[in-house]
């Protein structure tokens, strides 16, 4: 199974140099932990994320699988979560961190 983690709206780490990459649909993706593979995340790829999701606009959080203690698996690319994740956790590797601005 395929993991990556991803935090919704959060400032990238201080120590961390962020990347913007342009995406679909006017969503706004930040590497927030680059990391190198062999192998991305494809369309069909069972994937399993930790997520913080929080509002642009004050920073409160409406949801997060960190609470939960469990992070979020499905599959990538099938719609079986909102677009902006379908679409824009795609070409990741283990380990990498991005944070994704999606608008309503």
């Known amino acids: ?3 990556s983690f991803v ?10 140099t962020a990347t913007a990459v342009a995406a679909s649909d006017s ?5 927030t932990h680059p990391v190198e593979c062999a192998r991305k995340t494809q ?6 994320v930790h997520y913080r999701g929080t509002l642009e606009s004050d920073g409160s ?3 997060a699988s960190y609470d939960r203690g469990q992070p979020l698996s499905f599959t990538v690319g099938n719609g079986q979560v909102i677009k902006g994740w379908d679409e ?4 990741m ?8 601005t999606i608008p309503p």
């Open 1 to 3: 199974m395929r993991t």
């Open 7 to 16: 935090s919704l709206v959060l400032p990238a780490l201080a120590a961390l």
């Open 27 to 31: 969503v706004i993706v930040e590497i």
């Open 43 to 48: 369309r069909g790829d069972k994937i399993s």
């Open 61 to 63: 959080q409406f949801d």
């Open 88 to 91: 824009n956790l795609l070409d």
């Open 93 to 100: 590797c283990v380990g990498e961190k991005r944070t994704l």
